[in-house]
């Protein structure tokens, strides 16, 4: 059995992926995979330096993420260039390691952190859906606080996703992150109890 876990930038997917594998889930996180698939040696860093300058690479040949993040978030058709190169390969890695998991520990649930899940058009892959939900002007709040960014930074990178509210309409599980730490793992140990988890 798997899920899709996703939401919005800093409405809290780690504290919920973190609750989930403390019960016993198995966690693929995306955002790592991202990180793995830009590598130095890996084809996609390669396509990232061609196609936005070698500037965009540090002298130990890693990538220069601020750099490039500066590039992307300021204009949509650089992000969507950026997507293009790095999201089939993170496709291709995500599918092999939901394969091995499901087929390794079929009694297992395998939650699959996804933060652009709906703008990467992902459903398909998922049984279910879990949105992590904040309000709005709390999830800009807390990116300004954790990314010491200004709110025109951060409206910048909100409005590259997909607008929370409307994620938290496709939600087939929708768990609301805007309370306490308490109220988060309630919801959670009710999920686990309804689905027979454990």
Do not use: C
């Amino acid at each position: 059995m798997n899920i899709g876990l996703t939401g919005g930038i800093a409405t809290g997917k780690s504290t919920v992926a973190k609750l989930l594998t403390d019960r016993g889930a198995i966690l693929i996180d995306l955002d790592g995979i991202a990180r793995e698939v830009v590598e130095p040696g890996q084809p996609s860093l390669l396509a990232i330096a061609e196609r936005f300058g070698h500037t965009v690479i540090q002298a130990d040949g890693t990538l220069d993420r601020k750099k490039l993040g500066s590039i992307v978030f300021a204009d949509a058709a650089e992000r969507k260039a950026l997507e293009a190169i790095t999201h089939p390969a993170i496709r291709t890695v995500m599918k092999r390691r939901m394969a091995d998991h499901e087929s390794g520990n079929p009694d297992k649930l395998v939650v699959v952190d996804v933060p652009l899940l709906f703008e990467s058009k992902l459903e398909s892959y998922f049984e279910r859906i879990m949105v992590v939900y904040v309000p709005r002007d709390s999830q800009l709040r807390r990116l300004m606080e954790r990314d010491k960014l200004t709110a025109e930074e951060a409206e910048k990178r909100l409005r590259a996703q997909m607008d929370i509210e409307d994620k938290r309409l496709k939600a087939d599980i929708l768990i609301d992150n805007s309370g306490s730490l308490a109220n988060t793992t309630e919801q959670i140990d009710r999920y686990w109890r309804e689905k027979g988890l454990g």
